[in-house]
């Protein structure tokens, strides 16, 4: 007895050993650094946040191929009532056979399905999930690293940076943020590298692997979903690249990733498991504890599953023992003795608790009852809206140009005959062609205005309503007008869209969304007082917020921030009004004078 006492106690130190090698090469002087990886990618601050699910099932529709071979029932099950939580700071493994439904769970939790019926409840800090603003505190890592292969890994991070970060980040900060997170998942050495193409040049595929979690990352998520992260890398690759997801689990942050078959370093880097079997049903959640010993505790507990055997990969004994065959052979239901234990009472009791501790901040991840206007207290509320006025005076307009153009050429041939048969002159001609499109514009802008101010929230003033359908209409009036000038200008239809196309990029640039007026270097701001677009939307904005007195998070009023930010006036409306008015003046002119002086026809 006493040998045998001393050969477990030896095993037992082989084994601690073993595992302390393991979490070296894994870590990479992770110890060290503990600290400091909470920290690093920690610039901007983020609500770390858990997600919770209860009793969630998917199914489809019935596919026709089984219900020809007998199947009665008009859904398929993939997801049967499955539940668990995964927290802030745990590395969760979400693993089972092939069909068992891991990628599926994963896709109804990130909001990634487009079909099929979802049933039960998912909680984000004790709230429900709504997946349009979950979308802005999660990230989903897929299994295929898709980049561009013509970029480096310096452009990938950034431009992701500036894409997915609000706009109150300031350019500073914005990239100190993603050359922290470069370092947190080790891509500093590489920044300069093209990403490349698979398989012929650029990055190795676990260096592609860390470039997709810090694509995601840089997006500062509180939640963070990762398919088959060491999918297809050797046991080296796969090691780095699983020290860059515990570098991000460390920094505070939620993370879930669906695994198949890790070797025993890498399945023994993950702080819990949820393990499903083939049908969509899980049959251990859990912590994995040291060498997995919660794992296999539970396991061997059960009559008839075979002990592991010394130094075996704890993984793949678990699949092996919680096989379909084996659950045959054995005469038990895995699903059915993981509910009725005492591990399962405890989830369930977890799940509670988190709903119910309603983590700090968790009430503004349901908040998306409000419309545009009533919410003036973000600078962000206010890019929205001066985004809507952006996208509806350049996309009404621009159709209002290419629909007008091929008309006007058209009725320019027939406007030469009649003209030399003395039918009658130019400028009579120009004036019926340009009253005619008042009345159409007229209707179209009641129309778009009526129901996109009633839809976004503006304020229900008759003055501020009035403003608002003046510069509408007045902006699609003077698109129009440039349609028909362009066309009275040049020989044909083609040339008079290309020249609009030009311009339509320029007045983007310069109207004071894209870059406002302050921050246009100052030899080139003369052209924004040219613009149109610019004095459209100084109109619309003004109009709306310009006398708003709420003060925003920077502790100035709405007024004060238009002023300083976007140079906007509220005294200057008179002007922006009557420049409005010329510029539709200033485009049917040209296009009377050019339609009596030019003549493209060649007889």
């Known amino acids: 007895m006493d040998s045998l006492s001393r050969k477990k106690s030896s095993t037992r130190r082989q084994n601690k050993e073993r595992s302390e090698q393991i979490k070296r090469s894994m870590s990479s002087n992770l110890s060290d650094e503990a600290n400091q990886n909470r920290k690093r990618g920690m610039v901007l601050p983020f609500q770390p946040h858990s997600i919770t699910f209860n009793d969630i099932t998917y199914a489809v529709d019935m596919p026709a191929e089984m219900k020809a071979q007998g199947v009665t029932e008009d859904r398929l099950e993939l997801l049967k009532g499955v539940s668990g939580a995964f927290r802030p700071g745990v590395l969760t493994a979400l693993m089972g056979v092939s069909g068992a439904g891991k990628t599926t769970l994963m896709d109804v939790l990130a909001g990634r399905k487009t079909g099929g019926y979802i049933e039960g409840s998912i909680t984000i800090s004790g709230y429900p999930k709504k997946q349009e603003t979950f979308a802005r505190i999660s990230g989903y890592c897929e299994q295929n690293d898709i980049h561009s292969p013509f970029v480096t890994v310096y452009e990938s991070i950034t431009y992701s940076a500036w894409l997915r970060l609000p706009n109150e980040v300031d350019p500073a900060t914005r990239k100190m943020f993603a050359e922290e997170v470069m370092e947190l998942v080790e891509l500093s050495p590489l920044q300069g590298a093209l990403f490349g193409l698979p398989g012929v040049n650029g990055l190795s595929t676990e260096q592609r692997k860390r470039l997709t979690i810090a694509v995601e990352l840089v997006a500062n998520p509180s939640i963070i979903f990762m398919d088959e992260p060491t999918s297809g890398l050797d046991a080296r690759s796969a090691a780095i690249v699983m020290r860059a997801v515990r570098n991000t689990v460390d920094t505070g942050r939620t993370v879930v990733c669906t695994i198949h078959q890790p070797s025993i370093d890498i399945f023994e880097a993950f702080d819990e498991l949820f393990l499903m079997k083939r049908g969509g049903e899980e049959i251990y959640v859990g912590p994995l504890g040291g060498h997995s010993c919660h794992l296999i505790s539970y396991f061997e507990g059960i009559e008839g599953v075979s002990k592991i055997k010394d130094r075996y990969n704890p993984a793949t004994w678990m699949l092996e023992v919680t096989s379909a065959g084996q659950e045959s052979d054995l005469g038990v239901n895995f699903t059915e003795l993981y509910q009725s234990s005492e591990l399962y009472r405890r989830n369930k009791q977890l799940i509670k608790d988190l709903i119910n501790a309603q983590l700090a901040y968790g009430n503004n991840i349901g908040h998306t009852g409000e419309t545009l206007n009533t919410m003036q207290d973000k600078t962000q509320d206010l890019f929205n809206a001066m985004g809507s006025m952006y996208c509806a005076v350049i996309f009404l307009g621009v159709q209002n140009t290419s629909s007008v153009q091929p008309l006007v050429a058209v009725e320019r041939t027939v406007f030469y005959r009649e003209k030399?048969?003395?039918?009658?002159?130019?400028?009579?001609?120009?004036?019926?062609?340009?009253?005619?499109?008042?009345?159409?514009?007229?209707?179209?802008?009641?129309?778009?205005?009526?129901?996109?101010?009633?839809?976004?929230?503006?304020?229900?003033?008759?003055?501020?309503?009035f403003w608002n359908l003046f510069f509408t209409f007045f902006s699609l009036l003077y698109f129009t007008y440039y349609g028909m000038m362009t066309v009275a200008i040049t020989p044909n239809s083609d040339i008079a869209a290309i020249i609009s196309s030009a311009f339509y990029g320029v007045w983007?640039?310069?109207?004071?969304?894209?870059?406002?007026?302050?921050?246009?270097?100052?030899?080139?701001?003369?052209?924004?007082?040219?613009?149109?677009?610019?004095?459209?939307?100084?109109?619309?904005?003004?109009?709306?917020?310009?006398?708003?007195?709420?003060?925003?998070?920077?502790?100035?009023?709405?007024?004060?921030?238009?002023?300083?930010?976007?140079?906007?006036?509220?005294?200057?409306l008179p002007i922006v009004a009557v420049v409005i008015v010329g510029i539709n003046v200033f485009f049917a002119f040209v296009f009377a004078y050019a339609i009596r002086t030019l003549n493209f026809q060649k007889r």
């Open 420 to 465: 030399a048969a003395g039918m009658y002159s130019a400028l009579p001609y120009a004036f019926g062609q340009i009253v005619i499109e008042i009345p159409y514009v007229l209707i179209q802008s009641v129309i778009y205005g009526v129901l996109v101010y009633a839809m976004i929230g503006f304020e229900w003033t008759t003055e501020k309503f």
């Open 508 to 572: 983007s640039l310069f109207c004071g969304f894209v870059i406002p007026r302050p921050r246009i270097a100052i030899w080139w701001r003369w052209y924004y007082w040219a613009c149109p677009v610019a004095w459209s939307l100084y109109g619309l904005v003004i109009t709306q917020y310009g006398d708003i007195q709420t003060k925003l998070e920077s502790q100035e009023t709405v007024e004060e921030f238009l002023n300083s930010y976007f140079g906007f006036k509220n005294s200057f």
